[in-house]
């Protein structure tokens, strides 16, 4: 039942802020959509519904915007009353969001498995739509294993599940999810269709998250095949986009992105002004994969500005890093820069994917 507060002014009805602060979020508004949502728990009482909901689109709004500590315990809160309301499909929904907060912070294993258990589940309730999202989280968790196969399989499923739905949104986010792993498998020319395909979607959809990930994702996919101009005006069409919705991790990895170009074109105060700030909100959203991308780059930094011992110290500290968290293709990255300084360095800075 719906709980109804009043105050001297007017009469809110905290399902009715739920709702709003929903349609911000649908928005791409997600650090509007935060306070609404917190007000809705203060206000939600006894209604355990409500503070189910309200937890769950928290959960996935912090996760937005690279609070994933927030978000996880945003969703175990939401786990805890799906279990105490009998609500198995809630219970799913919060365990889900968990895997996908934790496959950010670096625990790819625990989001596995937890996904491959939410997957059953949805399966046997014959949630179509739960299973392609969940499809698609599993490729992403992959994708943060690097294992490329088996996110190419994923995502692909998961492509033909939305198809089948109808979900054009859906259909759009697993598009990026190829078009990145297309761009780290080598292919940079189907990277390239995938995230045109998508950018159009979302266009669409006026999807601003959808957007910038897109030109985000075609900003890479340029640089890898030499076209820096045109690299160079899709990271600022993805930085303007990420800024208006307040998405620190994916500007982060944009600035990462467009620091590396920066440094293979000369560019080197730019790009180190861009690897500074990237590594301040990887640190403050506690992204592993993200800072172990920065002392790459500074570890080549280093090394062509004489610094070799500093150089190696980094690399080797990066490397050990990604082993510890089962970074697949951060230990290759890891393993390609080292090689070549090892060499000379004559080849460095190198162009990562």
């Given at each position: 039942?719906?709980?109804?507060?009043?105050t001297?002014?007017?009469?809110?009805?905290p399902?009715?802020?739920?709702?709003?602060?929903?349609?911000?979020?649908?928005?791409?508004?997600?650090?509007?959509?935060?306070?609404?949502?917190?007000?809705s728990?203060?206000?939600?009482?006894?209604?355990?519904?409500?503070?189910?909901?309200a937890?769950?689109?928290l959960?996935?709004t912090?996760?937005?915007v690279?609070?994933?500590?927030?978000?996880?315990?945003?969703?175990?809160k939401?786990?805890?009353?799906?279990?105490?309301?009998?609500?198995?499909e809630?219970?799913?929904?919060?365990?889900?969001?968990?895997a996908?907060?934790?496959?950010?912070?670096?625990?790819h294993?625990?989001?596995?498995?937890?996904?491959n258990?939410?997957?059953?589940?949805?399966?046997?309730?014959?949630?179509?739509?739960?299973?392609?999202f969940?499809?698609?989280?599993?490729?992403?968790?992959?994708?943060?294993?690097g294992?490329?196969?088996?996110?190419?399989?994923?995502f692909?499923?998961?492509?033909?599940l939305?198809?089948?739905?109808?979900d054009r949104?859906g259909?759009?986010?697993s598009?990026?999810?190829?078009?990145?792993?297309?761009?780290v498998?080598g292919?940079?020319?189907a990277?390239?269709?995938?995230y045109?395909?998508?950018?159009?979607?979302?266009?669409?959809l006026d999807d601003?998250?959808?957007?910038?990930?897109?030109y985000?994702?075609?900003?890479?996919?340029?640089?890898?095949?030499?076209?820096y101009?045109?690299?160079?005006?899709?990271?600022?069409?993805?930085t303007?986009?990420y800024?208006?919705?307040?998405?620190?991790?994916?500007?982060?990895?944009?600035?990462?992105?467009?620091?590396t170009?920066l440094?293979?074109?000369?560019?080197?105060k730019?790009?180190?002004?861009?690897?500074?700030?990237?590594?301040?909100?990887?640190t403050?959203?506690?992204?592993?994969r993200?800072?172990?991308?920065?002392?790459?780059?500074?570890?080549?930094?280093?090394?062509?500005?004489?610094?070799e011992?500093?150089?190696?110290?980094?690399?080797?500290g990066?490397l050990?890093?990604?082993?510890?968290?089962?970074?697949?293709?951060?230990?290759?990255?890891?393993?390609m820069?080292?090689?070549?300084?090892?060499?000379?360095g004559?080849?460095?800075?190198?162009n990562?994917?």
């Open positions: 039942m719906k709980k109804i507060i009043k001297t002014t007017t009469i809110i009805d399902w009715t802020l739920y709702e709003s602060a929903l349609d911000k979020k649908d928005d791409s508004k997600f650090l509007e959509a935060v306070p609404l949502l917190q007000e728990l203060a206000m939600a009482g006894r209604d355990a519904e409500l503070r189910l909901a937890n769950i689109a959960g996935d912090f996760r937005m690279g609070d994933f500590v927030g978000a996880c315990a945003s969703y175990k939401g786990q805890k009353l799906a279990i105490r309301l009998k609500d198995t809630g219970a799913s929904d919060a365990e889900v969001g968990w996908l907060s934790r496959r950010a912070l670096g625990y294993g625990d989001a596995i498995k937890i996904l258990g939410a997957l059953r589940t949805y399966r046997a309730e014959g949630d179509r739509t739960a299973v392609a969940t499809t698609w989280a599993r490729a992403g968790a992959y994708r943060i294993k294992d490329i196969k088996k996110t190419i399989t994923g692909g499923e998961s492509k033909e939305f198809t089948r739905l109808k949104s259909l759009g986010y598009l990026t999810g190829l078009g990145g792993a297309s761009r498998e292919d940079y020319k990277s390239l269709k995938y045109r395909c998508a950018n159009k979607l979302f266009t669409e601003t998250f959808g957007v910038a990930y897109s985000c994702g075609l900003a890479n996919a340029r640089r890898m095949l030499g076209d101009k045109e690299s160079a005006e899709f990271f600022k069409k993805a303007r986009n800024r208006k919705i307040g998405d620190r991790v994916s500007y982060a990895y944009t600035l990462w992105g467009e620091g170009l440094h293979i074109t000369g560019k080197k730019r790009a180190m002004k861009d690897f500074e700030e990237a590594r301040a909100l990887f403050e959203t506690r992204d592993v993200g800072l172990i991308y920065i002392e790459i780059s500074f570890s080549q930094m280093d090394f062509m500005e004489g610094r011992g500093a150089a190696m110290k980094r690399i080797k990066a050990k890093k990604a082993e510890k968290y089962g970074l697949g293709l951060e230990i290759r990255y890891c393993k820069v080292l090689k070549e300084m090892n060499r000379g004559a080849a460095l800075p190198l990562l994917a």
